[in-house]
């Protein structure tokens, strides 16, 4: 397993326009990622990972977190069967945040509830209606 | 201005398979909140909302963030123009994160360093590629 850690961007321009990857992880050493569907463009959720998990994305291709309840890196899906396939990875322009275009394994999901989607509610006339 | 807080959930079901928005704010009272284009599905930024930045966006149906840098309500694009009109509003299952569908008004950017996405950037063969 990879520890190294990642490097630190010296300046703004080297965070914003850098090639590195410079990841500005917060006070608890995470960065918030979001898992976009590389075929559809729906959002399927939003998880933490520190740099052991950011690493072993990038190295692997299959997407790891950061469980904060469990505090522990998760391999999304070791048990459920829903491996995420990373196909694309960007980092945003500050460098904490990193959204990853992925294909869902297994049955396709992504939530624990059992939508393919953790955003399965949308707010609609003062109420959250479930959109399967 | 309202300013009359969210409910709580009173237990996971509710949490999670409930019709009222009950946001988990974090420590520092904020939620993540995704922009992606309403049309395009492009994800265009990742920011923060209290729970006032939540209530102004449900309420007017134009993006409210929370500047953390700032440490303040942001109305994002007053400035630049860049407003985003709201055109659906989701939520996680633990509703700990917020997904808002928008159409960036202006110039169509969401990025201060001006792409249209903060996501410029993709990580290939061990670097960062800026793609416009």
């Known amino acids: 397993m990879t520890t190294a850690p990642f490097p630190i961007a010296p300046d703004k321009h080297a965070l914003e326009r850098g090639d590195q990857l410079a990841p500005r992880f917060n006070a608890d050493g995470l960065v918030v990622a979001v898992a976009q569907h590389a075929d559809t463009g729906e959002i399927l959720m939003l998880a933490w990972m520190n740099d052991e998990a950011l690493k072993l994305t990038v190295e692997t291709g299959v997407a790891h977190y950061f469980s ?5 890196l998760w391999k999304k899906g070791e048990t459920s069967g829903q491996l995420q ?6 980092v945003d322009c500050d460098q904490d ?3 990853i275009k992925v294909r869902p394994q ?15 509610r949308v707010w609609e ?4 209606v479930e959109r399967g």
Chains 1, 2 share one sequence.
Do not use: K, M, T
């Not at 904060?68 to 522990?72: I, M």
């Not at 396939?85 to 960007?90: A, C, G, T, W």
């Not at 006339?125 to 959250?128: A, S, T």
């Open 68 to 72: 904060r309840s469990r505090n522990e």
């Open 106 to 120: 297994g049955d396709g999901g992504a939530c624990h509830v059992g939508f393919r989607s953790c955003f399965y």
């Open 125 to 128: 006339d003062g109420r959250l």
């Open 85 to 90: 396939l990373v196909e694309e990875l960007r």
């Open 97 to 99: 945040a990193v959204l």
